[in-house]
């Protein structure tokens, strides 16, 4: 028999985990965090499978709300087995030390309860088990009622680096869990790799199922509207702010700019980067050869960008802090939230 029951990221953005249990082997699918709740509230619901069997959790990819929770639930089951690809582990040894301190103010309220520290991080991340793409791994729970083992293969899901979608196979049935899923190529990663049988149970992210597809608008309009934005702005002496995740985003971005202007279309201007997203671009350029990426002739590192540090333009240092500190993405609007650093500044 087979069960399924979301922890988490089921009717909301967030916190995805999802629990599998096959013939008596717990599965577990992801264990993310809420970006917009704190506190135990922004964990998934782990007490609700405190009374089943939790053998394995397979992690799709390393955005915070895949695998934030991570550390809570080794808290709790610490004899999880954890698989993930190469490329995600890498990412998440830098986003995971990167949000120790954040993570646990935010559980405790004070900077003083530490509920978490690096040397747990580091050694859930030694535990983890790497897996390539397309090559299955055969798994079997303690409590396993069958004699039937269970299939699992990781799919390239082109969202992120190291990104992958999870089939797993069991007694001639297959789910399949796209994680956060990219069909189409974007402007680094190309599109996902999908099984080449068909599925009998499908679990997906659905964030612009309910949106009209005219309204989210295409990477070539959104792309254009950018860049006719951005020359106006630099043909003014201005700077284009361009808040993105570190992770995914910020890459896309960096390679979009870099093109756009070296085939003339974007007035030459320089670039700032800063942050974990210079250490995620590294990992870019040093798997760009291992994983499903575009311009792989070409090293993220080696377009030219300035740290914010260097820029001497107290307007634009102004700037940056307010770049820092925007809070949320949230229906089309940024949040920014002001500092003591932006009132110093100013
Ligand atoms: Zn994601």
Do not use: W
């Amino acid at each position: 028999m087979i069960r399924f029951l979301p922890l988490g990221g089921a009717d909301e953005v967030g916190a995805s985990c999802f629990y599998l249990n096959i013939d008596g082997t717990g599965i577990l699918l992801d264990s993310g965090i809420h970006p917009r709740k704190t506190g135990k509230e922004s964990l998934p619901k782990f007490e609700l499978i405190e009374n089943e069997p939790l053998d394995f959790l397979f992690i799709s990819h390393a955005h915070q709300d895949h695998i934030g929770a991570l550390p809570f639930l080794i808290k709790k089951f610490p004899h999880v087995k954890i698989y993930t690809t190469k490329q995600t582990l890498e990412v998440a040894k830098l986003t995971l030390h990167n949000t120790v301190r954040i993570t646990n103010e935010q559980m405790t309220g004070t900077s003083d309860q530490i509920l978490y520290d690096h040397d747990d991080i580091d050694l859930i991340l030694r535990s983890i088990t790497e897996v390539e793409y397309q090559k299955s791994i055969e798994i079997c729970g303690l409590r396993h009622s069958s004699n039937d083992v269970i299939a699992v293969t990781f799919y390239d899901a082109g969202h992120i680096l190291g990104s992958a979608s999870i089939l797993i196979e069991y007694q001639n049935r297959r789910i399949f869990y796209t994680g956060d899923i990219k069909l189409s190529s974007q402007m680094l990663m190309d599109g996902a790799v999908l099984p080449d049988k068909p599925v009998d149970v499908l679990i997906t992210e659905s964030t612009y199922a309910a949106t009209e597809s005219e309204e989210i608008g295409t990477v070539k309009t959104e792309g254009e509207k950018l860049i006719k934005e951005a020359n106006r702005i630099i043909h003014t002496c201005g700077s284009v702010l361009i808040p993105v995740f570190s992770l995914g985003k910020m890459q896309e971005i960096l390679m979009f700019l870099h093109n756009k202007m070296r085939s003339g279309k974007l007035s030459e201007t320089e670039i700032f980067t800063g942050g974990i997203s210079r250490k995620i671009a590294h990992l870019y350029d040093t798997n760009r050869f291992l994983v499903n990426r575009k311009y792989d002739s070409i090293k993220l590192s080696e377009i030219e960008q300035f740290k914010f540090r260097y820029c001497k333009s107290r307007l634009l240092q102004k700037a940056f802090l307010y770049c820092a500190c925007i809070k949320r993405y949230d229906a089309g609007e940024y949040y920014v939230e002001q500092t003591d650093e932006i009132l110093a500044a100013s």
